[in-house]
């Protein structure tokens, strides 16, 4: 996407969120938006806002998911080095001991596997509810820039370009690069006609 040339702030900031995407400069868009106060305003502030949350909520994801792995392994290591601890002072008979503290340590790592698990599981349902939105914003935004489509045309651009986020097997850095790239064609979509 090229970067719009209007000077203006709202074209500054367009111009930036298309070109890296930053939760401040949504924030700054929204805003501009507020100052408008018009019908298409509150269309592009409402695309700003899912679109800012999106952000928000996948930068908390992200880190979320960084705490339950690091959590998962140190439980892990917690409870093999007790079982080790044990084993070494239990003299008699540490093999025994060994296969038991292995029995454990087994039983918390594929605990600790569900939890992330589950984690996936919960950051899908939140991405297939943006995708939900998006459609309705990706055929409201063809409507206006593409009035000609007739409307099985309207409906093959947007489940084409909707369809590989609803594939499971996508991994979620491009799922989430893909959502990103939406964002900002509806954005553009809403903001762009406000520039004129």
Known sequence: MSEPTNASPLGALLGRILAAPASADLWQLQMELLARGDAPALAARQAAGRFFSFLQGLESKTASR???RWGAALGTAAVASVGLQEMLAEQADPLRRLVASGVTAMLDVGAA???VQAWE??????YYDVVWYLCGELWDVSLTGRPELKLEERQAYVDQLLKPLIDKSLGDAIRSALIVRLFQVVLAGRVSP???
């Open 66 to 68: 960084r705490a339950s």
């Open 113 to 115: 596997v569900k939890s």
């Open 121 to 126: 599981i919960e950051a899908a349902l939140v």
């Open 194 to 196: 406000l520039l004129a």
